[in-house]
């Protein structure tokens, strides 16, 4: 099974400025890689798939890079609402699929 | 507007059953593959179990191969998770996610989820 890991556990971050969340997979992922965003009580949200690919009316400011075992999600400049946090989830040897451990994103 | 609403959780002691459902609306069902997702509280996300559209296809995490069966009801627009043989350690929130379709794991809209709770 492939050992997803993100850093930091914990990112304090001031709004309007940028945010960087990394994701590390025990074996390569190729680009099959999804970035989710939760806030407290509810669901997930899709932010990010194929590594870099925008999810439907998800604002430009998210973005994804990275392929094999290195990701990042990167928030622009980060607003009010994006404090919360954040997932990724491999799918390249599924089943199972399997998220990191997720990164809290809160406000400086 | 694409809507799942899942129902069916509870309190459950150990070693019993409870079958969760989530009703779909505002897409073709019976063209998506679908998920379930589960949540321990204050913990992370852990993939559960999914099943192809046209119910062909199942699977499964380790976890909970053996006890749990999902499967659907696409004349009712239906998802379903029989869980059997509970255990506290399946204690969670239990979303109903829909698979966007650029993979089966990857799911575009959730659930607001339904609480699992085993305990004597």
């Known amino acids: 099974e492939i050992v997803m890991t993100q850093s930091p556990g914990t990112l304090s971050v001031s709004p309007g400025e940028r945010a960087t969340l990394s994701c590390r997979a025990s074996?390569?992922?190729?680009?099959?890689l999804a970035w989710y965003q939760q806030k407290p009580g509810q669901a997930p949200r899709l932010l990010i798939y194929?590594?870099?690919t925008r999810a439907t009316g998800i604002p430009a400011r998210f973005s994804g890079s990275g392929s094999g075992t290195e990701f990042t999600l990167t928030i622009s400049s980060l607003q009010s609402e994006d404090f919360a946090v954040y997932y990724c989830?491999?799918?390249?040897?599924?089943?199972?699929?399997?998220f990191g451990q997720g990164t809290k994103l809160e406000i400086k | 507007e694409v809507q799942l609403l899942e129902s069916g959780g509870g309190l459950v002691q150990p070693g019993g059953s409870l079958r969760l459902s989530c009703a779909a609306s505002?897409?073709?069902?019976?063209?998506?593959?679908m998920n379930w997702v589960r949540q321990a509280p204050g913990k992370g996300l852990e993939w559960v179990s999914a099943?192809?559209?046209?119910?062909?296809?199942?699977y499964y995490a380790d976890s909970v191969k053996g006890r749990f069966t999902i499967s659907r009801d696409n004349s009712k627009n239906t998802l379903y998770l029989q869980m059997n043989s509970l255990r506290a350690e399946d204690t969670a929130v239990y979303y109903c996610?829909?698979?966007?379709?650029?993979?089966?794991?990857?799911?575009?809209?959730w659930g607001q989820g339904t609480l699992v709770t085993v305990s004597s």
């Open positions: 996610a829909k698979s966007g379709g650029i993979a089966v794991a990857v799911s575009d809209y």
């Open positions: 505002g897409f073709t069902f019976n063209s998506y593959a």
């Open positions: 099943i192809s559209g046209s119910s062909g296809s199942t």
């Open positions: 074996q390569s992922v190729s680009s099959n």
């Open positions: 194929g590594a870099s």
């Open positions: 989830q491999q799918y390249n040897n599924w089943p199972p699929d399997t």
